[in-house]
């Protein structure tokens, strides 16, 4: 049975609440087979029944299960492959000269999803700076999504996934086959600290950044929350730290505190020269 619109607009506000997404009228189809999916595994009947389990359950799990479900979750290793190429021969050359008194380093993955990109960015950190081996590295990875986190912190993946972007060189040499799957190496998974975060909710104590990656997810939010998290990002980055967002996103008309990294980046920002003051650790 089909939900209503009243059904489909009470998703829509939840969604709007929990994540700041944004989803059109044309999302119809999307949130009705999403709900079917999750209505069996929580034992509805329907679509119609879990709705109504939904709105008279007062502890708010549902609630959570319900915004997670319509969480994309598309990930792939190594996904767009230039801004990989961007980090290789631009950004750590860049970071690694101006910290070498410092032998720090701090990154953050602020969608990552089922962990493929966080696990791409620790697999090029190892085969690109084997001297960063000796550096005292904070690599944070983050979702709002448990189970999406729970999903990239066991590094567990189908073959399918792993056809995905991920080259054969660094298959062989990072995961392990167990059965039908393929898991992250431990030394790889030992190198990210995941934490659940929500970018539209307040943020934990974050150390100042060296690089956030923050790709494809800014899509997803209104005007106004892209500015804001924009802005959020910009005090927590060092002023010589580099901002990654995906291939179809922009800060042009929303953050006049970045500029591109060079000219032939379209993904890779950094402060304007204006807005490099010290940061201090933000929360």
């Not at 998974?189 to 659940?196: G, K, S």
């Amino acid at each position: 049975m089909a939900i209503s619109k009243q059904d489909f607009d009470y998703v829509r506000d939840i969604l709007r609440d929990c994540s700041a997404l944004v989803l059109d009228s044309s999302k119809e189809y999307l949130v009705e087979s999403r709900l079917h999916i999750l209505a069996a595994r929580e034992g509805a009947s329907s679509a119609k029944d879990l709705l109504k389990r939904l709105r008279a359950d007062q502890s708010g799990r549902l609630r959570r299960k319900v915004n997670e479900a319509m969480v994309t979750g598309e990930s792939t290793f190594f996904r767009d492959v230039r801004p990989f190429e961007t980090l290789k021969n631009i950004v750590l050359p860049d970071l690694v000269s101006r910290r070498a008194s410092e032998h720090s380093l701090n990154i953050w993955c602020a969608a990552s999803s089922g962990g493929q990109e966080p696990y791409s960015v620790a697999m090029l950190l190892r085969e690109c700076c084997q001297r960063l081996t000796r550096w005292n590295i904070r690599f944070i990875a983050s979702d709002f999504s448990r189970e999406l986190l729970t999903k990239a912190q066991l590094g567990r993946y189908t073959q399918m996934e792993i056809n995905r972007g991920l080259p054969a060189s660094l298959l062989v040499k990072y995961f392990r086959q167990s059965g039908t799957t393929w898991q992250v190496a431990k030394e790889i998974r030992a190198m990210i600290e995941f934490q659940e975060i929500n970018l539209v909710k307040s943020w934990p104590s974050l150390p100042c950044m060296d690089i956030v990656f923050m790709r494809n997810v800014l899509i997803y939010f209104d005007l106004e929350t892209r500015r804001n998290v924009l802005s959020r990002v910009s005090r927590l980055l060092k002023p010589d730290g580099y901002l990654f967002l995906g291939s179809s996103e922009t800060v042009l008309g929303l953050e006049n505190a970045f500029e591109p990294a060079a000219s032939d980046t379209h993904t890779c920002f950094r402060l304007r020269t204006t807005f490099r003051s010290p940061k201090l650790k933000t929360g």
